[in-house]
């Protein structure tokens, strides 16, 4: 009888880690080809998400600091799709997330975390191709 109580994505292979992820990595180390625009603006409907948070800041004028992120994650058989995404908007960097301690497979999660970035390269590229 399997146990109710323990959290599971699918059922557990053995995986080997891959060694590259432990440091996030960006544009530089992909040797992909670019995806379909419009298939990525679909991918990002469907899998993307944006949020912000807010902490505080010891040094900053309101004490505030507001720190916004644009994220997909999945497993990590499909990283090639987060590495051809992030060839195609050429921005961003790809992150290993381990979730050993809940028993489910290991996670990469492509992140861009600068407003800069979002506003030169996320935000064109999304007008440029809208659903």
Not at 125 to 131: K, T, V
């Amino acid at each position: 009888m399997q146990e109710v109580s323990r959290v599971r994505s699918t059922e557990r292979k053995p995986f080997q880690r891959n060694l590259k992820l432990y440091k996030p990595f960006g544009k530089g180390q992909i040797r992909k080809q670019k995806l379909d625009p419009y298939y990525i603006a679909g991918f990002i409907d469907g899998e993307g998400s944006f949020s912000v948070s807010l902490g505080k800041h010891k040094t900053l004028k309101r004490r505030i600091e507001v720190r916004p992120e644009f994220g997909i994650e999945l497993r990590a058989d499909d990283q090639e799709i987060l590495e051809r995404i992030l060839i195609t908007i050429d921005c961003g960097k790809i992150y290993d997330c381990s979730y050993d301690r809940y028993g489910w497979y290991p996670h990469v999660k492509y992140k861009i975390t600068s407003v800069k970035d979002m506003r030169k390269y996320l935000f064109p590229f999304l007008d440029a191709y809208p659903l």
